[in-house]
């Protein structure tokens, strides 16, 4: 599944892009998910660089391509590496994905600073593994300044890998939505661990805001999963997966005050089943919420008064 976050009625996340490059094999080819028209629309595109997990991209008020991430490098609207825009995220795991693309899903979000169209700021996280390499965390999320007006705008990387939270971490589920202002932007992820929430405001003067907000509810363990919020930015969800196939997998459902950033009424519940959750979604409405397992997809309804008794299964 894949997720978004409300960008109101501009045209900055009209264009996703995804899937492989096209150095090693000519016939091979990337994806765009093209929302221009309305409806979506997908074709392949020759590029020189893959994208698998990490791909966050950014358009201009129209839609038209601006600069984009596979979390190695920071490419500009020509597939150039931008100026000073190579070596995010530095460490083993940079090493080991450089030919690659960088594996961590929601790992990094593009965002233009508040009252900007040349300031772009890019949020990413970094990978990392415990001594026996039993367990998986980002250290730290970054951010890196971007200004578009540079090199007949292409853009320049100005500030790189400047670290905004320097704590073990829930690997990727880094999210926005809008402050209720429709200007700034809260950005959110989660401890590793412990069920506490870093969150942080972009507003024209910057990064603001800056603070970890505890849910009060039981930790799930492990790391994989996915965090998203409504569309009307109301709810706040994060989908966790305690480890392999059969072991269960914890929904955490919180309402969200788009004004003060803060979670609250937290709702969490479990279900087992045959092999892992790795996406979920909500509705436009923002009424249903969907997650997926190996071989099938669940519908809640957020709106019921008992959510976790909604569920119906909607695909298989």
Excluded at 158 to 169: A, P
């Amino acid at each position: 599944m894949l997720s978004f976050f409300n960008a109101n009625t501009q045209k900055y996340d009209y264009i996703w892009l995804l899937g492989d490059d096209s150095n090693s094999n000519p016939d091979f080819a990337g994806m765009i998910f093209d929302f221009f028209s309305g409806d979506l629309e997908i074709y392949s595109e020759f590029r020189p660089v893959p994208l698998r997990q990490v791909n966050a991209s950014l358009c201009d008020s129209l839609g038209n391509i601006l600069f984009y991430t596979n979390g190695i490098s920071i490419r500009n609207a020509n597939h150039e590496i931008m100026e000073n825009g190579y070596g995010l995220n530095p460490g083993f795991f940079f090493d080991l994905y450089e030919e690659d693309g960088y594996v961590l899903t929601q790992g990094a979000i593009a965002l233009l600073q508040p009252e900007s169209d040349s300031i772009a700021f890019l949020f990413h996280m970094d990978v990392d593994v415990n001594e026996d390499f039993t367990d998986s965390y980002s250290n730290f999320i970054y951010y890196s300044l971007i200004d578009l007006s540079q090199n007949d705008g292409l853009g320049a990387v100005t500030e790189k890998n400047t670290i905004l939270i320097d704590q073990h971490l829930d690997k990727g589920k880094l999210t926005a939505v809008k402050h209720a202002n429709g200007r700034d932007w809260w950005i959110m992820a989660r401890l590793f661990g412990v069920n506490e929430y870093p969150t942080l405001l972009l507003t024209p003067n910057g990064i603001e805001n800056i603070r970890i907000q505890n849910s009060g509810m039981p930790v799930p363990s492990g790391s994989l999963g996915q965090a998203i919020f409504s569309p009307d930015g109301s709810k706040y969800v994060h989908v966790n997966l305690h480890g392999a196939r059969g072991t269960p997998i914890d929904v955490s459902i919180f309402d969200f005050d788009r004004c003060t950033g803060q979670l609250y009424n937290p709702i969490q519940f479990s279900y087992v089943d045959s092999a892992a959750c790795l996406g979920a979604a909500i509705s436009p409405n923002s009424r249903f919420l969907y997650v997926s397992s190996w071989i099938k997809v669940y519908q809640y309804d957020l709106w019921a008064a008992d959510i976790e008794a909604s569920r119906i299964t909607v695909a298989e």
